[in-house]
């Protein structure tokens, strides 16, 4: 059984920093990629804003990118999501989710997720 779960999340003023990170396990297909997903009070579930796979390609949203970085442990099975100048327009619920194959772009593909972390951006 796949787990995902997500930490780091908090409070931060406008153009901070967080780090979050996101430990899964229980894979036991290859290659996968992990996505980063978010959701806004009131919005739809946006991304993946960025993802990492398996084989060590990586993917950014044109709206993250130059701003969001990912780092992974592949032996560890961790990924790491560095947030940097954040605004408050990045406030939301994250989430990371595991898909079959490399560097899937439709949330459709992400079958196991984990239970979110609380990135709050203050103005």
């Known amino acids: 059984e796949v787990q995902l779960v997500e930490s780091g999340g908090g409070l931060v003023q406008t153009g901070g920093s967080l780090r979050l990170s996101c430990a899964a396990s229980?894979?036991?297909?290859?290659?996968?990629?992990i996505g980063w997903f978010r959701q806004a009070p009131g919005k739809e579930r946006e991304g993946p804003l960025c993802?990492?796979?398996?084989?060590?390609?990586?993917y950014y949203l044109d709206s993250v990118r130059g701003r969001f970085r990912l780092t992974s442990e592949n032996a560890n099975k961790m990924v790491y999501l560095q947030m940097n100048s954040l605004k408050p327009e990045d406030t939301a619920v994250y989430y990371c989710?595991?898909?079959?194959?490399?560097?899937?772009?439709?949330?459709?593909?992400?079958?196991?997720w984990g239970q979110g972390t609380q990135v709050t951006v203050s103005s």
């Open positions: 993802i990492s796979d398996s084989r060590g390609d990586t």
């Open positions: 989710a595991a898909a079959h194959g490399s560097l899937r772009t439709s949330i459709g593909t992400y079958n196991d």
């Open positions: 229980g894979f036991t297909f290859s290659p996968y990629a």
